[in-house]
């Protein structure tokens, strides 16, 4: 049974800085896709940070050169570190991992950053 368990959010002052960790457990067959997005209140969920086919890494535009994707494949664990901390960034983080047609998800974690 595959489990991804986000953890790092809080509530943070405009200009800092938070880094998230998803925590994978269980079989993934040839993820395509790994990565995170997030979810503020009234919007539609966006993607943030992917990791595609483990080599290309794409970022949302306005989180371009704040946040960072990495993945640990030894402690099979992803990260965002996230810097620069805007209002707009508050919303629920959701790791995400892409095999195929299938898509897992975490439970999601709030980051509420304050100005």
């Known amino acids: 049974q595959v489990q991804l368990v986000e953890s790092g959010g809080g509530l943070v002052q405009a200009g800092g800085s938070l880094r998230l960790s998803c925590a994978v457990s269980g079989r993934i067959f040839k993820p395509n896709v790994t990565g995170w997005s997030r979810q503020a209140p009234g919007k539609q969920r966006e993607a943030v940070a992917d990791?595609?086919?483990?080599?290309?890494?794409t970022y949302l535009d306005s989180v371009k050169g704040r946040f960072a994707i990495s993945a640990d494949n030894a402690k099979n664990t992803v990260y965002l570190q996230m810097n620069a901390l805007k209002p707009e960034d508050t919303g629920v983080y959701y790791c995400?991992?892409?095999?195929?047609?299938?898509?897992?998800w975490g439970q999601g974690t709030q980051v509420t950053v304050s100005s």
């Open positions: 995400r991992i892409v095999s195929g047609a299938v898509i897992f």
């Open positions: 990791i595609v086919e483990g080599t290309t890494v």
